[in-house]
C-alpha cells in the first residue's frame, strides 16, 4: 500500500479518473490505458496503478486480461437494482438528516436550486449534476451514520453513470422533486423527509423508464 506522498498522488489519481468515469468522459467499456492516464496526470504509474485498483475494488472498473482494465458497463438491471437499494435507505438518510439541518442549510440548498431554475447556459447539465451531489450527499453525510453515507454514495454512482451514459439529458430533470424535499426538510418532520425523497426516487425511476 502507498503511504506519504505516493498516498496522495494515488489519492489524487483516484478522484481524476472518477470524475473522467462519472462524466462520461470514460465511458462504459473503455479499455483503461494506464501509462495514458499516468503522463497525462504528471503522476508514476505506482499511484495510477494503486488508483485503478481501487476503483476495480469499488465495481466501476471489470478486468479483462491480467494487464488490462476497462470501465464497467453500468446495465439497466445495475440501474434498477441500485434505485431499489437507494429506495430503502435514502428516505432513511433525509429523516435522520432532519435532526442536524440548520436554517443556513435549507437557504443554501435552496439558493443553489434556485440558481440552476434560473440558468439556461450551456453549462446546465453540468451544474444540475453538481446540485443533485450537493443535495443528496449532504443529506447522507448529516445523517450521522457513516455506513450509510458511504452505501448512499456508492449506488448514487451507478445511477448517475447510467443516466449520464444510456440516457438523453434533459431539461433540469428533477427540479420539482428537489424543491419539494427541500421544503420537505424545511418543517423539521423526518417523515415528511422521507416521503418526499421516496417520491423523488419512485419520480426517476418512471422518467427514466419512460424514456427508454
Known amino acids: 500500500m502507498s503511504t506519504g506522498g505516493d498516498g496522495k498522488l494515488a489519492d489524487a489519481a483516484y478522484r481524476t479518473v472518477l470524475e473522467k468515469i462519472l462524466s462520461h468522459e470514460l465511458a ?21 496503478r494503486d ?21 464497467r458497463v453500468i446495465t439497466l438491471q445495475d440501474y434498477l437494482h441500485s434505485l431499489d437499494v437507494r429506495m430503502m435507505i435514502e428516505p432513511q438518510a433525509a429523516g435522520l438528516a432532519v435532526r442536524s439541518l440548520t436554517p443556513n442549510d435549507i437557504d443554501m440548498l435552496r439558493g443553489e436550486l434556485a440558481a440552476l431554475d434560473a440558468d439556461e447556459g450551456p453549462e446546465l447539465e453540468g451544474r444540475h449534476w453538481r446540485f443533485d451531489d450537493l443535495l443528496h450527499e449532504l443529506l447522507a453525510e448529516r445523517s450521522g451514520n457513516p455506513f450509510l453515507s458511504k452505501l448512499i454514495r456508492e449506488m448514487r454512482r451507478y445511477t448517475k453513470i447510467f443516466e449520464r451514459q444510456m440516457v438523453p439529458p434533459r431539461r433540469k430533470p428533477g427540479l420539482d422533486d428537489h424543491g419539494r424535499i427541500l421544503d420537505a426538510l424545511a418543517t423539521g418532520r ?4 422521507r416521503d418526499a425523497m421516496s417520491e423523488h426516487i419512485r419520480n426517476v425511476r418512471k422518467r427514466i423508464l419512460d424514456g427508454l
Do not use: F, N, W, Y
Not at 190 to 193: D, P, R, S, Y
Open 28 to 48: 462504459g467499456g473503455s479499455v483503461i490505458q494506464e501509462r495514458k492516464l499516468a503522463e497525462a496526470m504528471g503522476v508514476s504509474r505506482t499511484p495510477m
Open 190 to 193: 423526518a417523515e415528511k423527509a
Open 51 to 71: 488508483a485503478l485498483g481501487r476503483l476495480e475494488g469499488e465495481g466501476l472498473l471489470v478486468r479483462l486480461t491480467d494487464r488490462l482494465l476497462s470501465v
